[in-house]
């Protein structure tokens, strides 16, 4: 049966990673947060929202245009000089090699 030692390995492999992170207080690796890890919470908590008021939102629009027109500015100026530049390299490759 191929690949039986390579199974066995792997599921050592597993276990001895489990013991360090579980390990006693001489662990190398008892600082992991195994907590913060875990999917089944004892006692899960629905968690809550605050509400946004109409003014919250329209401000928030606003805000995210502004920046949005501010980035799209500088994306320009980028591609412009980028344009710019390259066509003054080329400019001064064909100029020193003919």
């Known amino acids: ?3 039986a030692g390579f199974m066995s ?12 992170l579980k390990g006693n207080d001489a662990a190398a690796y008892r600082n992991f947060d ?3 890890y875990k999917t089944s919470l004892k006692n899960p ?3 809550t929202f605050k509400t946004a008021t109409p003014e919250y ?12 027109l501010r980035m799209a ?3 320009r100026r980028v591609i412009i000089y980028s344009i710019i530049g390259a066509a003054i390299c080329m400019a001064l ?6």
């Open 73 to 75: 500015t500088i994306r």
């Open 34 to 36: 195994s907590k913060s």
């Open 93 to 98: 490759i064909f100029l020193v090699k003919f």
């Open 1 to 3: 049966m191929g690949g």
């Open 9 to 20: 390995d792997m599921n050592n492999s597993v276990r001895n990673n489990r013991g360090l």
């Open 45 to 47: 908590k629905a968690p």
């Open 57 to 68: 939102l329209s401000e928030l629009k606003r805000q995210l245009q502004v920046d949005n």
